[in-house]
DNA sequence: AATGAATGAGTATTCATTCAT
DNA sequence: GATGAATGAATACTCATTCAT
């Protein structure tokens, strides 16, 4: 009607992909406080404004909209994250690989403990939700793809470049970085309160430092 | 007495300890295999060869049983790990408090990779279940203070030995360690098959090392 | 219209409030038949001729299900007494306040004793069950404050007008007439067949008469 | 033991009726507060110091424990008014028999709504949860039966002596009047606070009085 | 596209009862 | 006589999903 002028008139798609994005808004904050199994499709709908429906209707089953939140919150992570070094990049100049991947834990730990989104503890929570061994989140499996392979991208061109040490595994490195942080973070919700965040960020720091630096001269 | 022979004459209370043990043998399978959620008390009481009603009968509720279970579970792996270290003790000789964290670090991580007993696996589990922020499982936060207190313990007296380098700080890495086997435990769970187990073990034993063992002479 | 003859197109919200009317009323059958505890969801949605789940659907709990019952119980009597009163007028002509309270209290005895609806045994049934101190049904006490406002303002009327004599309390006497009437309902449901329910209607009237009557000229 | 001397050793049955008083008076109270479905019968044997079996081990079944709780109770409330009409009589000398109804009525409320015991409380929810029409507590129809006789006893005394009116039916009344006092007794729970107890005794008083006294010479 | 009515399977919990000690 | 372990049926409530509107 009135949104003749100016105002796009938003396509299908368009409102389609409003309804989504405030249908995994609403996913985000209920699995992040509930988790998986308590966040139902009608809590989900209505806290997005909506009815109890639009879930299904949207995306067809809980598991594709859980597969679905996985991936846009590990997309948002992500970015948040790159946001983050760049602006660390701005900040201090030119960033070696082996600072790259320091600052980037560091973000990641400073984001979630500070100021986490729902995002970032939803996604925590979904991959909390895989161990046992019949589940199985398939977006989650792709996360992990997309997560190793960027740390072991940065690793080797660290390797290379001359600011990582040669004599390691970049795969199994990927492995520990994530599970670091995963596993920080995870332990930092039962335990906020007795984990000094400024510390533990230190920590991970510095052993990460000191096991990635090349080796100094040794006598 | 009157315990004629191997007859199966048991008092109550062997009846009912006998009974629990039960019970938490297969409520760690079941967790193990389908998580808190879907581990009904009418499963683990079949499994463990019992009636529907028996979980609650003795545990009063689910909450109570899955406290118990972890505290069983913690119980147990603490006592693999001591076992494990013991061994590791008669093989090599004397270890230093370092060698000793590393040690328990790969001794978790071996068991886990290798030959994981369900009451791991469940409390992996049961951990990933406490990330939701409205949950909560008694049992777990208790765990982790033992758990970090025996950490930092180590890593005190190492320092105070000199096999662990004094600059650092101990409870900060006392959960550095923890969030690290946890996590990386957690993710091989996910990503079975893509991990190289024995390298991400080597990986986290030398990250440790370099960051907790002393200095070398740096020039 | 878009109402085609007689097919069954009915709006969501028709569709809505049939359901409820016939899970009520599948209520009051299994409540007066069975009690409230007796009377499981599952019956009342499957005498109803739907599916176990419908009754929590529509009213949420137990509860909430049992006070909607006695709301509606309540109104249903009250509007048979009305009725009944309003049938005894147009026989009989004008009736003083006194007898408007008589007619009331026998055309309820009336009714329970031959013909008893489900509502109404449902509703005794009820209040049956708020006798122990810790239970309680909102609904009811509503109804009882109804119920006493109503036979108070007769009381009073009459008082006024003069059929009924001015130096009792209309309050108290509203509970008497109340009590008298349940009670006397409850017992002839245990005592079926023991009791006269023509000498007990006799009865209650001559007692009523006989207490709220003007006082006749002493000597 | 020591209890040789004047302490009549208790024999079996002594004892037996210890328990089962013990487990009486427990009854009572659980059925007084949370009604019959609630009292569950380990409840029951905890309440009385005893174990949780012992309810089924003295009386076999849930519903014979009723059953004699209903009887016990009936007996005991009986007791109370003859008790209290003894102590009236010790007053006031001489009661005409219209006097012993009167005051038995009174003295029931009376106890009822100024100092209720258990067992007044069971016996009333007792009776509530005979209201559906498939329940039945044998124990209740009994109480009744001697419950009417008493009344009916009283009221033909009363007409052959003169003190009551001789032209109304001795057993519709019995009703009547057991109807008003178990209504009036289930009201005020309910409606505790709302109503005024001692106008409502004299209300009761006042119109079993008019109904009752021999008529007075009308004109 | 969106709503929400309806379904029915699943689950924790309660509880009378049985039975071994 | 007394205990309490064990059973299994019953039940309120949750929730994903289906379907009519």
């Not at 405030?22 to 406080?33: Q, R, T």
């Not at 995306?59 to 070094?85: N, P, T, W, Y």
């Not at 973070?185 to 000094?196: F, H, K, P, Y």
């Amino acid at each position: 009607m009135s949104e003749k002028s100016t105002a796009p008139r938003r396509t299908q798609a368009e409102r389609r992909s409003e309804s989504e994005e405030a249908l995994l808004d609403a996913a985000a904050d209920l699995v992040a406080e509930r988790g998986i199994e308590r966040a139902s499709l009608a809590s989900i709908g209505e806290r997005a404004g909506a009815s109890r429906g639009l879930p299904t209707h949207h995306f067809g089953s809980k598991d594709a909209l859980i597969e679905r939140l996985a991936r846009r919150a590990q997309d948002c992570i992500q970015d948040s994250m790159v946001a983050g070094v760049e602006r660390a990049r701005r900040a201090v100049g030119d960033l070696s690989e082996l600072d790259l991947i320091l600052v980037s834990v560091d973000i990641y730990l400073e984001i979630f403990f500070d100021n986490p989104s729902p995002e970032e503890r939803a996604l925590l929570v979904i991959w909390g939700s895989t161990f046992p061994s019949s589940s199985s989140v398939e977006g989650m499996a792709e996360a992990h793809r997309r997560s190793y392979q960027g740390w072991a991208d940065l690793i080797e061109a660290g390797q290379e470049a001359g600011s990582i040490r040669g004599d390691i595994d970049s795969n199994s490195f990927s492995v520990l970085i994530l599970g670091m942080i995963r596993g920080v973070a995870g332990l930092s919700l039962t335990d906020a309160g007795v984990v000094d965040t400024q510390l533990v960020r230190d920590s991970c720091r510095a052993s990460l430092s000191a096991a990635l630096a090349p080796q100094s001269h040794v006598t």
